[in-house]
C-alpha cells in the first residue's frame, strides 16, 4: 500500500495492515483507525450508567448498558466523524494533518461518504431501540447538535463547548436508559463533562493550530495560546468540581469518591506535562485522557456494585 494513500495522522494500525483494500477508505473515514474518539464518546455514557444504577440500587442489566452502549458509541462516533468529513472535505484539504483523508485524497465521492454515513446512522438506529421510549427520544434528540458541530468552528472561538455538548449527552443517557429519568444529578454530571471536554480538546487542536490561522479556523486552542496552561487548569477544575456535585446528588459512596480524586490527579498530571508547542506530546497527552475516564469509571462502577448489595 502506498503512503499517499494512508491518512497522514493514522498510519502503520490494523485499517493499514489487515483491512481489505476497498474497505480502508471508509474504516478511515469513520476513524475506525483511531478509537480513542469513540472512548470519549463512550466514558460519559459509562459514568451516566454506573451513577445511575447506584441511585436504582441495582447493577442487574448494567452490563448489557454497558455493551449497548459501547456498541452504539462505537458506530455513532464513526457516523459523526463521516458527516464532518463531509462538511470539512474543503479545509481538510488545505491543512497538513487532514488532506490525505479519504474524501480530500479523492479515494471516496460525497456521495458514497454519504451513502456510508446513513448506514452506521442505521446501525445506531437499532442499538438506540433497544432502550426504553424517553431515552429513545433522549438519543434522537443529540442529532442536532452532531449536525451543527462540523460549521462552529467557522463562527465561533469556542467550537469545543459544541464538541462538549455532543460528547457529553452520554451523561444523560445513562439516566435515561436505566431509570427513565434524567436527575439533578445527570445534569451536573452532563456540566463537568462538558468542561472536561472543552479542555482536552483544546489540547487536540494545538495539533492544528497553525494551520488553522492560516485559514481562519477557530478554535479554543487559537485563543488561549500562551495561556493554554491556566486555561485548562480552570475547565479540568471545574469539570471536577461540577462532577463532584453529581456525585453528591446521586448519594455516591467513597469508592466513586476515590475514582474521582485520581481522575482530579490525572488531570492535574495532564496540565503539567503539556507542552502546546509539541504536537506529538500534546496527541499523547489527550489521548490519556481515555484513561482518565476510565479511572473515574471504575470509582463509580465499584460504588454502583456496593450500593447494590
Same mark, same amino acid.
Not at 444504577?53 to 455513532?76: E, N, Q, T, W
Given at each position: ?6 491518512? @497522514? ?105 454519504? @451513502? ?109 495560546? @500562551?495561556?493554554?496552561?491556566? @486555561? ?78
Amino acid at each position: 500500500m502506498s503512503a499517499a494513500a494512508r491518512v @497522514a495522522d493514522s498510519t502503520g494500525n490494523w485499517v493499514d495492515t489487515v483491512a481489505p483494500s476497498w474497505s480502508r477508505p471508509y474504516l478511515r473515514l469513520a476513524r475506525f483507525d483511531r478509537p480513542i474518539g469513540t472512548w470519549l464518546l463512550l466514558i460519559p455514557c459509562w459514568w451516566s450508567a454506573a451513577l445511575a444504577a447506584g441511585v436504582a440500587h441495582d447493577v442487574s442489566r448494567l452490563p448489557l448498558f454497558i455493551v449497548l452502549f459501547a456498541i452504539g458509541s462505537f458506530v455513532m462516533r464513526g457516523a459523526g466523524c463521516t458527516w464532518n468529513d463531509i462538511t470539512d472535505r474543503d479545509l481538510d484539504a488545505m491543512v497538513e494533518r487532514t488532506r490525505s483523508r479519504p474524501i480530500p485524497a479523492g479515494q471516496v465521492s460525497v456521495r458514497q461518504a454519504l @451513502a456510508f454515513l446513513v448506514a452506521q446512522v442505521l446501525v445506531g438506529l437499532a442499538v438506540l431501540l433497544q432502550f426504553n421510549r424517553f431515552a429513545v427520544a433522549t438519543g434522537i434528540a443529540s442529532l442536532m447538535i452532531v449536525a451543527i458541530y462540523p460549521f462552529m468552528k467557522r463562527i465561533t472561538w469556542w467550537p469545543q463547548i459544541v464538541l462538549g455538548l455532543a460528547f457529553s449527552w452520554g451523561a444523560l443517557m445513562g439516566f435515561a436508559v436505566t431509570l427513565g429519568r434524567i436527575d439533578a444529578a445527570a445534569l451536573w454530571l452532563y456540566a463537568g463533562s462538558i468542561s472536561w471536554v472543552i479542555g482536552y480538546d483544546t489540547i487536540y487542536a494545538h495539533q492544528d493550530a497553525e494551520d488553522d490561522a492560516l485559514i481562519g479556523v477557530k478554535s479554543t486552542a487559537r485563543l488561549f495560546g @500562551a495561556r493554554t496552561r491556566p @486555561a485548562l487548569l480552570s475547565f479540568y477544575g471545574l469539570a471536577v468540581v461540577l462532577i463532584g456535585v453529581a456525585l453528591w446528588l446521586a448519594g455516591s459512596g467513597f469508592p466513586a469518591w476515590i475514582g474521582l480524586a485520581i481522575f482530579a490527579a490525572h488531570l492535574v498530571w495532564q496540565t503539567a506535562r503539556l507542552d502546546i508547542s509539541d504536537t506529538v506530546l500534546c496527541l499523547r497527552v489527550f489521548k490519556s485522557n481515555r484513561d482518565a475516564g476510565l479511572l473515574l469509571f471504575a470509582g463509580l462502577l465499584a460504588d454502583a456494585v456496593m450500593r447494590a448489595n
